[in-house]
T-cell receptor
Framework: GQQVMQIPQYQHVQEGEDFTTYCNSS?????IQWYKQRPGGHPVFLIQ?????EVKKQKRLTFQFGEAKKNSSLHITATQTTDVGTYFC????????????FGAGTTVTVRA | NAGVTQTPKFQVLKTGQSMTLQCAQD?????MSWYRQDPGMGLRLIHY???????DQGEVPNGYNVSRSTTEDFPLRLLSAAPSQTSVYFC???????????FGPGTRLTVT
């Protein structure tokens, strides 16, 4: 079946620095979604990318969908303590947009 | 709008007991789903529904039953609880077009 992998599993960042987390799928995706989960909280939808090579920005967060639609990245600039949490990517199975496979997530901690 | 609500927040069961986790949404979303979240494994889809009267299995359906008699409610039944079902359970709903999912606050279940 489809597998969605994320690296790194953990990211320790100095406040103010930039970092990138990556998501790779074993199959071509119709779209990719990103979620953020704060410690003790529930996943919150951030964004969906649909087009090959698409880039979207949300303030300090930049999301990119690969040309082959098999990978994606999330880049955060000038990391803040509010960025702490786990970031998940998720992609649908090839024939069913409602059946999402989630990556294991990248857990981000920030050193002040 | 209350969004997606789940009850109970916490539950402890003994092996072999049965129970129902409740999920409701007031956004008139057709799509609803149940996930379990275990450390280091992201979210895994248990069952989902694309509308009242329609349900289907996800990645890890064994030991769980669902039904969808109304658009608003999507309960998850554990038939005979096992320690392997100790997890955090999230319910989610999605508007038409599968543009991201709204998650409930979760139920933390422990089976002893």
């Amino acid at each position: 079946g489809q597998q969605v992998m994320q690296i790194p599993q953990y990211q320790h960042v100095q406040e103010g620095e930039d970092f990138t987390t990556y998501c790779n799928s074993s199959t071509t995706l119709s779209n990719i979604q990103w979620y953020k989960q704060r410690p003790g909280g529930h996943p919150v939808f951030l964004i969906q990318l649909v087009k090959s090579g698409e880039v979207k920005k949300q303030k300090r967060l930049t999301f990119q969908f690969g040309e082959a639609k098999k990978n994606s990245s999330l880049h955060i600039t000038a990391t803040q303590t509010t960025d702490v949490g786990t970031y998940f990517c998720a992609g649908p199975e090839s024939s069913n947009d409602y059946k999402l496979s989630f990556g294991a997530g990248t857990t981000v901690t920030v050193r002040a | 709008n209350a969004g997606v609500t789940q009850t109970p927040k916490f539950q402890v069961l003994k092996t072999g007991q049965s129970m129902t986790l409740q999920c409701a949404q007031d956004m008139n979303h057709e799509y609803m789903s149940w996930y379990r979240q275990d450390p280091g494994m992201g979210l895994r889809l248990i069952h989902y529904s694309v509308g009242a009267g329609i349900t289907d299995q996800g990645e890890v359906p064994n030991g769980y039953n669902v039904s969808r008699s109304t658009t608003e409610d999507f309960p998850l039944r554990l038939l005979s609880a096992a320690p392997s079902q100790t997890s955090v359970y999230f319910c989610a709903s999605s508007p038409p077009g599968a543009l991201g999912q709204y998650f409930g606050p979760g139920t933390r279940l422990t089976v002893t």
